[in-house]
């Protein structure tokens, strides 16, 4: 523990990286850029989001990470373990326990506090970025308000599909100004971002932080008559029955046998728990 | 009749070289304004120098907006500017691809200014971009296809739907027919002369084909280095021309 | 209708050493409403030439042309363009058209200018192909590809398809054979009767006898060194 400054980064390092999460606070939505620093993983693993949560943590903290919704993937165990050797601090998988929880590609299904932080790994922070390969020209139509292109997508989705296809990474719009990535959790979650808990997103790799504070407006962008929907797999849960939670399906056997689940272990274990309470 | 556009000492240069000079113009509603000259006469610079794409070094353009404000353009803020050319203001480039999204169908292609100013029903948009495509003589079964499929006179059509479908009241052309074939600039022509009348609006088309202006333009700019050395009437500009230049450009013409 | 009172021409051609070639000096005549006036003189002498000053087609060096009042020497084209609209038409020897417009078109098109419904634009200009013989089965195509007699006859439509109240006729009917030059001659009497001011070249003198009241022969403008 000696070893290492609290949570790996030196202090100056944190101040410069809060000092740009309190600047995408202040503006929910915007791309606040931030000199990122190496981190001991390779780009694509988190680190952008590793380093909002060194920025973040404090000794109090209980700190929670999902991959994909469980706690027990290589990339959320990877950086649970890390962060328990240079901070010491408390880790759980309990999402209500937990006072800051790293995520990548999930929101979880339990409801967030105002006593929570959730940080976001971001893989392209740009929405327009397939649009529009140049980073001068996306700040400007940030700057302008110009996101007619966002919804040339759309329309481009519809008319090849019949139904807007894009599934995760959803765009939506903040506080009716900034069009923001959500990081790629499914559209499913898009509603759930308008929530009581901070919400901060980093990329590593592209430099760039943005956030949004307790209770921020979050529209996913439509067309009046092909309406967002925050759709999933038509089924429930195989192992705790929940209907309205975010399925992953597995496959279980070579026959082609499948079975659907929830993503989020957490909330999946507690529903089971729950039952097996009631049934005693 | 108060001008649309007036234009006043506008003067771009390149390091010592002139781009254009003290170049002073009117452009009325519903007018047709030709500037022509040989490559390298300045006529592209002022081009761009008045649909914003340059900025000039010296010299005012003033703008009549759609609520009779006359508005300096070049002092307007980014935004204003922005939303000038995508509502009152189009530009026709003479090579499409620097005017469409290749990768983008032709539907969202038309359908693209719409939504940058705020269309937000598919289907309004979707039937406002077969209308258009329609009125260039493009038909509705293409909407879902690309322009890379499309031929250089369809992609220039294209474009010209593109830019048209807001109902701008100004349109900027940088040689509109220029690397098409001859039949297919005559079709285009037409196009034009149509759209022009039909819409009231005003153009200013930048071009060294004295047959394109004759057939489009109401009035005549002709420029020689960067600078305005004769303008009036079409028809008298190339008829009756009183500058040396003009005699000589009229006079190499080839005639078919 | 039309007044030319010290008029003076004269071409510069810049590239043949500065040559100046005068063409008049001092031309005055008046055309009123109701008249027919013919313009008369050698080949060379300047008829087409004072037409088109007239149609403010050439550029005049001094001197007034009053159309209807308004003076077209030194006049802002937009002045033009609007006389051109409204007062003076003109009907050229040649036909200048955009490619792919069909005749009728060709010829509804001063109607359009100033603002007339495309519907009944186009009824006019069929009473007037059919009136001049064009035959039906060519109103839907192009003139471009048209015999002569054929352009020039769409031309002449497209000169009356509009009540201009004035009108400048040259060489209306060059090519016509004797029944079409008599349908020609009929609408010029016409528009006359109905109180036009008309100036025609016309080659032929038997036909100039028939519709002019007068003649004006422009030789007497040539300046006296030219002379």
Redesign the interface.
């Known amino acids: 523990m000696n070893e290492y400054n609290f949570a790996y980064l030196d202090e100056q390092t944190k101040r410069m990286i809060r000092r740009a999460i309190l600047k995408g606070l202040a503006i929910p939505g915007y791309q606040v850029p931030f000199a990122s620093r190496e981190m001991p993983m390779p780009y694509g693993w988190g680190t952008g989001g590793v380093q909002v949560s060194a920025a973040t943590l404090t000794p109090e903290d209980i700190f929670k990470v999902i991959d994909q919704g469980a706690d027990d993937t290589t990339n959320a165990i990877s950086i649970r373990k890390f962060f328990q050797k240079v901070t010491g601090i408390k880790v759980t998988d309990k999402t209500i326990d937990a006072t800051v929880i790293q995520t990548r590609h999930r929101i979880p299904e339990t409801s967030l506090t105002e006593d929570q932080i959730l940080v976001y790994q971001v893989p392209i922070p740009e929405p327009l970025r397939f649009l529009e390969p140049y980073e001068t020209e996306t700040r400007k139509m940030h700057a302008l308000e110009e996101y007619g292109l966002m919804y040339v997508k759309l329309y481009e989705d519809i008319s090849r599909h019949g139904a807007i296809a894009t599934s995760y990474a959803y765009p939506v719009k903040v506080e009716g100004r900034y069009v923001m990535d959500p990081s790629p959790i499914p559209k499913f979650d898009n509603p759930k971002m308008e929530m009581a808990a901070i919400q901060i997103f980093g990329a590593g790799r592209e430099q760039r932080i943005y956030a949004l504070p307790p209770y921020t407006q979050v529209v996913s962008l439509d067309f009046d008559d092909y309406p967002f929907e925050a759709s999933k797999a038509d089924h429930v849960c195989d192992i705790c029955g929940s209907s309205d939670t975010y399925l992953d399906e597995v496959i279980v056997d070579d026959q082609g046998g499948r079975i659907f689940v929830c993503s989020d272990t957490d909330f999946c274990a507690a529903q089971q728990s729950a039952a097996l309470e009631s049934s005693e | 009749m108060t001008p649309l556009l007036s234009v006043y000492n506008l003067t771009k240069m390149y390091g010592h070289r002139v781009g254009c000079q003290d170049i002073n113009l009117d452009l009325y509603p519903s007018e047709v304004l030709g500037i022509v000259g040989e490559s390298g006469s300045g006529k592209s610079t002022l081009l761009n120098c008045l649909a914003g794409q340059l900025t000039p070094d010296r010299g005012r353009i003033q703008f009549k907006t759609r609520s009779g404000d006359v508005k300096d353009t070049l002092t307007l803020s980014e935004p204003e500017q922005l939303m000038l050319s995508r509502t009152d203001w189009a530009f026709v480039h003479q090579n499409p691809r620097d005017g469409l999204r290749m990768s983008v169908s032709a539907g969202g292609n038309v359908g693209e200014r719409l939504m940058a100013v705020g269309s937000r029903h598919y289907g309004h948009i979707r039937t406002t971009a077969i209308d258009w495509l329609d009125r260039v003589e493009i038909t509705a079964d293409r909407i879902d296809d690309r322009p890379t499929s499309f031929s250089g006179g369809m992609q220039q059509r294209l474009q010209i739907a593109r830019n048209l479908v807001t109902g701008p009241r100004l349109v900027f052309m940088d040689e509109p027919t220029g690397g098409l074939d001859v039949s297919v600039q005559a079709r285009l022509l037409d196009l034009l002369r149509n759209l022009v009348r039909d819409m009231g609006l005003s153009a200013i088309i930048v071009t060294h084909d004295l047959a394109v202006v004759r057939l489009l333009a109401d009035r005549l700019m002709v420029m020689k280095e960067g600078q305005a050395v004769e303008s009036g009437l079409t028809d008298q500009v190339l008829d009756d021309p009183q500058h040396a230049y003009t005699q000589l450009l009229v006079s190499s013409v080839l005639q078919a | 209708m039309i007044d030319v009172k010290h008029l003076a021409k004269h ?5 043949q050493g500065a040559t100046v070639i005068p063409v008049f000096q001092e031309a005055n005549f008046s055309v009123a409403k109701g008249e027919c006036v013919a313009l008369t003189g050698a080949s060379g002498a300047g008829k087409s030439t004072l037409m ?1 000053m007239i149609y ?4 005049c060096k001094a001197g007034s042309i009053k159309v209807n009042h308004v003076e077209m020497v030194g006049a802002h ?2 002045d ?2 609007q006389l051109r609209r409204t007062t003076i038409g003109y009907v050229s020897q040649f036909l ?6 069909s005749t009728v078109d060709v010829v509804a098109e001063p109607l ?2 100033v603002g007339e419904k495309p519907i009944h634009a186009q009824e006019k200009s069929q009473e007037l192909l059919s009136l001049l013989n064009i035959p039906k089965r060519l109103w839907s195509l192009s003139p471009t590809t048209f015999s002569g007699g054929e352009q020039q006859r769409v031309n002449i439509a497209r000169g009356f398809v509009y009540d201009y109240p004035a009108l400048l006729l040259d060489e209306p009917t060059a090519s016509l054979d004797s029944q079409n030059r008599d349908v020609v001659l009929g609408l010029i009497e016409r528009a006359k009767s109905n109180g036009k001011a008309i100036i025609g070249i016309f080659h032929d003198p038997s036909v100039r006898d028939q519709v002019c009241d007068r003649v004006v022969d422009v030789s007497q403008f040539m300046p006296e060194a030219a002379a």
């Open positions: 071409f510069v051609l810049y590239h088109r403010g087609n050439y550029l084209p937009h033009v363009m200048r058209v955009v490619p792919r417009v359009l200018a």
